[in-house]
């Protein structure tokens, strides 16, 4: 009986984003959702198969940071010392005082993307010009004081790893979590993947920092080659919904497969303290930023170009609503509508 509860309102679920394809509003979609013992997965639209890959947006960040935390699990560095430890160019003043934790929960006073990001991504700048860019940019304010989203203290997070690593941050991704995590339709830029094996975005419905359809920025918007190559750690990683199911999959049950199940445990938990934002180290924390029901143990992300995923471990749950309708398209996207009912699906 209540596996044929689940079952109707998955359908019902599932209509929406039928009808959001239907009606032109979004053009591709696929829905992943585990409740208990109940697996539903389905594609929509223009999606080809449940297996093609979307480019995530955010929900990179905390697939890059969690392979930053592999080497956390090994003990080759520590959540309290200083960015500049290990980035020596990011020093001076208030920099001094950044530490990895700041980075990793958007409370170190970098601001979400540089003043020159479009500049830098017209002229297909590499990531290296980015990251010197993070380097020189004034802080919002001092660490720790406050929460402002940023996109490029997860990019100087990314440049430990790399550092800390010897081996470049795409293929490091892929060796310390896609690989492991057996993620076979994923890459960290385009990596194995083949044009059929994408889905492109609605660009012209993006953000203007995203090219947002203006005039030649078809050379560095969410769809050209320039972006989906370049691989930005914080939204550049492309994957089919069961892959971000994996991903999750490994801080709700944790096996230890990339790390001990502790390290996952770390990751899922709020850093912040009362009165700033709640953060997992990369993670949303509680149901407030990802749906309306379910418990206050939720932690997932959302992504610009469209996409939303979560796990509940309350009640065993996970959802991934991966579309090419971007983010700001709509006051009540449909990924936001999916997400809400399926966390009001009955244990």
Same mark, same amino acid.
């Given at each position: 009986?209540?596996?044929?509860?689940?079952?109707?309102?998955?359908?019902?679920?599932?209509?929406?984003?039928?009808?959001?394809?239907?009606?032109?509003?979004?053009?591709?979609?696929?829905?992943?959702?585990?409740?208990?013992?109940?697996?539903?997965?389905?594609?929509?639209?223009?999606?080809?198969?449940?297996?093609?890959?979307?480019?995530?947006?955010?929900?990179?960040?905390?697939?890059?940071?969690?392979?930053?935390?592999?080497?956390?699990?090994? @003990?080759?560095?520590?959540?309290?010392? %200083? +960015?500049? !430890?290990?980035?020596? &160019?990011?020093? =001076? #003043?208030?920099?001094?005082?950044?530490?990895?934790?700041?980075?990793?929960?958007?409370?170190?006073?970098?601001?979400?993307?540089?003043?020159?990001?479009?500049?830098?991504?017209?002229?297909?700048?590499?990531?290296?010009?980015?990251?010197?860019?993070?380097?020189?940019?004034?802080?919002?304010?001092?660490?720790?004081?406050?929460?402002?989203?940023?996109?490029?203290?997860?990019?100087?997070?990314?440049?430990?790893?790399?550092?800390?690593?010897?081996?470049?941050?795409?293929?490091?991704?892929?060796?310390?979590?896609?690989?492991?995590?057996?993620?076979?339709?994923?890459?960290?830029?385009?990596?194995?993947?083949? @044009?059929?094996?994408?889905?492109?975005? %609605? +660009?012209? !419905?993006?953000?203007? &920092?995203?090219? =947002? #359809?203006?005039?030649?920025?078809?050379?560095?918007?969410?769809?050209?080659?320039?972006?989906?190559?370049?691989?930005?750690?914080?939204?550049?990683?492309?994957?089919?919904?069961?892959?971000?199911?994996?991903?999750?999959?490994?801080?709700?049950?944790?096996?230890?497969?990339?790390?001990?199940?502790?390290?996952?445990?770390?990751?899922?938990?709020?850093?912040?303290?009362?009165?700033?934002?709640?953060?997992?180290?990369?993670?949303?924390?509680?149901?407030?930023?990802?749906?309306?029901?379910?418990?206050?143990?939720?932690?997932?992300?959302?992504?610009?170009?469209?996409?939303?995923?979560?796990?509940?471990?309350?009640?065993?749950?996970?959802?991934?609503?991966?579309?090419?309708?971007?983010?700001?398209?709509?006051?009540?996207?449909?990924?936001?509508?999916?997400?809400?009912?399926?966390?009001?699906?009955?244990?």
């Amino acid at each position: 009986m209540i596996a044929s509860l689940q079952e109707d309102k998955l359908e019902e679920a599932a209509d929406i984003l039928t009808n959001a394809c239907a009606s032109g509003q979004v053009r591709g979609a696929v829905l992943h959702v585990r409740s208990r013992t109940t697996v539903f997965t389905r594609s929509f639209g223009d999606a080809p198969s449940v297996d093609v890959a979307f480019l995530l947006g955010s929900i990179s960040k905390p697939i890059v940071i969690a392979a930053l935390m592999t080497l956390y699990d090994q @003990g080759r560095f520590g959540l309290e010392d %200083q +960015v500049k !430890k290990y980035l020596p &160019e990011f020093t =001076g #003043g208030v920099r001094d005082r950044v530490t990895i934790r700041h980075l990793l929960t958007h409370v170190s006073g970098l601001p979400d993307q540089l003043p020159e990001n479009a500049h830098l991504r017209q002229s297909h700048a590499p990531l290296s010009e980015f990251v010197s860019g993070a380097f020189r940019v004034p802080l919002e304010f001092e660490p720790g004081a406050h929460y402002l989203y940023s996109s490029m203290a997860v990019l100087l997070a990314a440049e430990i790893a790399q550092r800390i690593s010897g081996v470049e941050i795409k293929q490091f991704v892929t060796e310390a979590v896609l690989r492991p995590l057996g993620m076979s339709h994923s890459a960290m830029g385009i990596g194995h993947l083949e @044009g059929a094996q994408t889905m492109p975005c %609605q +660009v012209e !419905k993006a953000a203007i &920092e995203s090219g =947002g #359809g203006a005039p030649g920025s078809q050379h560095w918007d969410w769809n050209s080659m320039y972006w989906r190559t370049l691989g930005a750690p914080w939204g550049g990683v492309q994957a089919s919904a069961a892959d971000v199911g994996r991903f999750l999959e490994a801080f709700l049950n944790p096996q230890g497969t990339i790390f001990k199940p502790e390290v996952a445990r770390l990751m899922i938990r709020n850093h912040n303290p009362e009165g700033i934002t709640p953060r997992g180290l990369g993670f949303d924390v509680g149901r407030a930023a990802l749906c309306r029901s379910g418990s206050d143990q939720i932690f997932g992300h959302t992504g610009s170009t469209g996409t939303l995923a979560w796990a509940d471990p309350k009640h065993d749950r996970v959802c991934v609503v991966l579309t090419t309708l971007p983010a700001g398209a709509l006051p009540r996207h449909p990924r936001q509508l999916v997400s809400d009912s399926v966390s009001e699906l009955s244990d």
